[in-house]
DNA sequence: ACGTTAAATGAGAATATTTATCAACTGAGC
DNA sequence: GCTCAGTTGATAAATATTCTCATTTAACGT
């Protein structure tokens, strides 16, 4: 149940919420805590059990309607695994994408985006348009590498 | 409660199945005919549905078993969508990504990879090992475009 | 064709995941 | 402090996925 967590982040996320006329609430702004300190992407559970601890009871819905909020406003970003699960990373704003180790699942961001330079124009040529992309890339962390 | 579906796809994946020492069964291949006869992305629902048009009574939980059997044969593939659902498109083999309307679901392939001649140097110096990338492109269709 | 056998299926229960409802609560601006 | 739209917690409801097990069946050898 603490009440005295602010950094960066949180800030960061603050002044987006602000900007879009939403509230800054200590649910809010402890999903954006427990994401970042972790380093690493969690799943929905987990995400609740940090909130949890950092602020007691804390409903589950609010922690899915937060992670909404959240991805809409691209603080973070869903994670999709081999094995069918999900999770969640902390991202700032940016055009990123992520990098998960399959064993620890943490978390490396990758600025430089593959597909900037790509060219779509063989399959444009078919009448589609691309308006976004998801790229994921996975592979094991250092430590995970060693275990195995 | 047709009996009599048989093109390339369905021989491709009889062979596949054959060589792993699985069996080719009227389910197995009805979902592979479900898939590549509609030329886009199906949730499992609509699978279950188009199986058992063609079938009859089919258990749910063998669409989700033929799914993930033919996941790991590399013969469809589980695409995720921005509103959090999933959908399920015909795939062979090689590595090949996606580009999907976000209307209608259909799915483009297209073979060159953005990610091949991609430098993870940058990462990589952090001790990650990448093993292998999801990519998938959204945007719209023509039919879609026009439409909108 | 026939019998054998391991693999696969269907039914339905059991889980897990996600969304919807609504009364009570609270952050932000005045 | 007062107000009010936005947010939350509890809980039910809706979806989605996995499990279990008795029964069926494809593949193979005869
Ligand atoms: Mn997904
Ligand atoms: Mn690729
Ligand atoms: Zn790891
Ligand atoms: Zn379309």
Redesign the pocket.
């Known amino acids: 149940m603490l009440k005295d967590f602010e950094c960066t982040q949180e800030s960061y996320a603050k002044g987006i919420l602000?900007e879009k006329?939403?509230?800054?609430?200590?649910?809010?702004l402890a999903v954006v805590h427990v994401l970042h300190t972790s380093g690493k992407s969690l799943s929905?559970?987990e995400i609740h059990d940090g909130v949890k601890e950092m602020?007691g009871?804390?409903?589950?819905?609010?922690i899915?309607?937060?992670l909404?909020v959240f991805e809409d406003l691209g603080i973070v970003k869903r994670l999709h695994f081999p094995d069918?699960?999900?999770g969640y990373a902390f991202s700032q704003g940016e055009h990123v994408h992520h990098m998960v180790c399959v064993g620890c699942r943490v978390v490396f961001d990758f600025p430089e985006c593959p597909v900037e330079s790509f060219d779509y124009a063989s399959v444009e040529k078919q009448g589609f348009r691309v308006k976004d992309h998801f790229i994921q890339l996975f592979g094991q962390c250092g430590k995970c590498a060693e275990a195995a």
Do not use: I, P
């Open positions: 602000r006329g939403l509230k800054s609430t200590a649910q809010r929905v559970g602020l009871v804390t409903g589950l819905a609010t899915y309607r937060t909404e069918g699960g999900h």
